[in-house]
């Protein structure tokens, strides 16, 4: 019963009264962006500067990491690619972005670019709770952690 409400959670956009949120069918990932679906493969050129030295050497802001996460998580703009999605959201929620945090733990309850670790994700929706994110607050009362 408790996944059944984390999924219906998670699916009806509870994320959608966030900035740049998804409420839109998106699967529930915190600010899924919008764009139609892509007509063709990105350049090389384009996809190497979504990942460059600047996300290496620790120059974006937990926002922008949080962004491009998004754009790897779905393939908007860019070749999908979990693992670099996984990363990129690790990057912004050792920041401490929230929404970030959020994701990450997402992420690690399906199993996606990581193993599934339900201790991982807990201690993710935590941090992210204790900033006060609604969603990060609802799945750890769902979850009873």
Do not use: W
């Not at 949120?21 to 979504?50: A, F, H, Q, T």
């Not at 974006?60 to 703009?77: C, P, V």
């Amino acid at each position: 019963m408790k996944q059944f409400i984390l999924s219906i959670l998670l699916i009806s956009g509870i994320d959608s009264a966030r900035a740049g949120g998804g409420g839109d069918g998106s699967g529930g990932i915190v600010g899924v962006d919008k764009d139609p679906v892509r007509k063709e493969s990105p350049s090389k050129e384009r996809c190497s500067s979504l990942t460059g030295s600047s996300v290496d050497k620790g120059r974006l802001s937990g926002e922008e990491l949080f962004r491009r996460a998004r754009k790897y998580e779905k393939g908007n703009g860019v070749i999908r690619n979990e693992e670099e999605a996984v990363r990129l959201y690790r990057l912004a929620a050792d920041q401490g972005h929230a929404h970030a945090q959020v994701n990450l733990g997402l992420m690690y309850v399906k199993g996606l670019g990581v193993a599934k670790d339900e201790r991982e994700a807990a201690r993710l929706f935590r941090l992210a709770a204790d900033q006060g994110d609604a969603v990060a607050q609802a799945v750890l009362r769902l979850r009873r952690i």
